[in-house]
């Protein structure tokens, strides 16, 4: 959905978008139920609201798909640029939820998008305690034990802490 900024009336606007995420190496399937309220204060856009989110993810460590559902609340200000090179899609960072925009316009499912994406943890997992893929056998050790497991742990932490000191 394209919000022409021009358009939104003094006292805001509401309004009610689902957008589907494109698929990548961690995101399966995405599907993002956005109620969002937008104001245009003198050239600054408070956009207030929740991003109800249904995913299915990828899990880091033992690479199983997973469902999970995430309840964003989003508190998002976007100015006008005058870089060219800065647009509605690119989100300043993570922990200000700032955005940029060059025209009249803002691409709210890219935006939507990207405040999903920077909310997702830097590891996504299944659950906390995953204990992932047996390094020499491939097992799914939340599923299945198997004799390796042990030594691999001990070996692996053997390497880390040589790959450390050198
Ligand atoms: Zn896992
Ligand atoms: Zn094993």
Redesign the pocket.
């Known amino acids: 959905m394209i919000i022409n900024l021009k358009e939104i009336p003094d006292d805001g606007v509401k309004i009610e978008f689902d957008v589907k995420l494109p698929s990548d190496e961690f995101i399966s399937e995405g599907l993002l139920k956005s109620k969002l309220f937008i104001r245009n204060l003198g050239g600054m856009i408070v956009i207030n609201g929740d991003i109800n989110a249904s995913l299915l993810l990828n ?1 880091n ?2 690479l ?1 798909e997973f469902k999970d559902e995430l309840n964003l609340s989003v508190n998002i200000t976007c100015v006008q640029s005058e870089e060219s090179t800065l647009d509605s899609r690119q989100l300043m960072n993570d922990e200000l939820d700032v955005c940029f925009y060059t025209d009249d316009e803002i691409d709210m499912d890219v935006l939507a998008s990207e405040f999903l994406i920077n909310s997702l943890p830097m590891k996504i ?3 906390e305690e ?1 204990l ?1 893929l047996c390094s020499v056998c491939g097992i799914n050790l ?1 599923e299945q034990t198997c004799l390796c497991s042990k030594e691999t742990k001990v070996g692996s932490l053997g390497d880390l802490l040589k790959a450390a000191m050198n």
Request: glycine share 10%; charged share 20%; net charge positive.
């Open positions: 899990c460590r033992c199983n997992l299944c659950k995953c992932g939340n």
